[in-house]
């Protein structure tokens, strides 16, 4: 077993890799196929290879994402990790590479700050809920009332600002709108305009559309605003190409669960994400 940063070139072996589970892998597939797989500042996909055969891959960048159908190679890349004491704010993905991968980093890491079950959606036909019509892609002059909506949903999610580590974040809230895969509901209250729905299309790849950063307003909840919302960005992500429309979701939040489940969207496997 042989471990090495991929090369240009090597994109097309590494994203035949990923489509043998296109939905499992759909995030390091998209990091692929927007960035290409040479590490550039650190950042990019490294190979496993048994003879020239490439078995697995993890891409490193702020998140670790494995990638290994077959579970071969995830101690060498982890290895690899430990290595170069590369920092990282997550391992992410398909529930069994990322348990592989942290239990030899686990070895050199303290203990995670969270682990997290999460149950991989999918939907492949028409939403079963009806879509708000006023669910559309976000506006570039909109992002001073969606970066403060999509701070809310992080910090609600993990427990702290986003804000606290550079402009990533913000860079990633406004590429997100610049491609058209930032979704938004508009309310005005006294001509003052308020984000009340927001979801974003976080990777796409291989035909799969993942929705991420799924948030209503907390006074607006119960009133089937995220059914209807996330209906209405299933629809514009098969409207962008999808051949399948992706999530993953925390097990312990039923009332997501519920939600997505009157989309029409069906488990099909489970992602493990690791905080540190």
């Known amino acids: 077993m042989s471990v090495r940063a991929l090369t240009p070139g090597e994109e097309a072996s590494a994203l035949d890799l990923c489509a043998r589970d296109p939905v499992a892998a759909v995030l390091a597939a998209a990091r692929i196929e927007e ?3 040479s590490p550039v500042l650190g950042v990019g996909a490294w190979g496993a290879f048994e003879g020239e055969e490439l078995v697995s891959l993890l891409w490193l960048g702020s998140n670790l994402v494995p990638v290994s159908p077959s579970g071969r190679g995830l101690a060498a ?4 990790v430990i290595q170069r004491t590369r920092r990282f704010s997550s391992v992410v993905g398909d529930s069994a590479a990322v348990h592989v991968v942290w239990s030899h980093l686990a070895q050199a890491m303290p203990e995670p700050r969270q682990v997290r079950r999460q149950p991989s959606l999918t939907l492949t036909g028409p939403p079963a809920t009806a879509p708000h019509p006023l669910v559309r892609p976000a506006r570039e002059d909109e992002l001073d009332i969606l970066l403060p909506a999509s701070v809310a949903m992080f910090t609600e999610e993990y427990g702290y600002s986003p804000l606290g580590s550079g402009a990533g974040y913000q860079r990633r809230v406004r590429q997100l709108v610049e491609s058209g895969r930032s979704f938004v509901l508009v309310e005005h209250e006294g001509g003052v305009p308020r984000i009340v729905f927001k979801a974003e299309i976080g990777a796409f790849a291989l035909g799969v559309a993942q929705l991420q950063g799924v948030w209503v307003d907390p006074s607006r909840r119960g009133e089937g605003i995220g059914a209807a919302g996330t209906a ?7 409207a962008l190409g999808a051949e399948t429309v992706s999530l993953y979701v925390n097990d312990y939040n039923s009332r997501a669960r519920r939600t997505y489940r009157r989309v029409g969207f069906t488990e099909v496997g489970e992602y ?4 540190v």
């Open 232 to 238: 209405a960005v299933v629809e514009h992500a098969f």
């Open 35 to 37: 960035g290409g797989v």
């Open 272 to 275: 493990t994400t690791i905080v």
């Open 77 to 80: 890349l982890a290895g690899q």
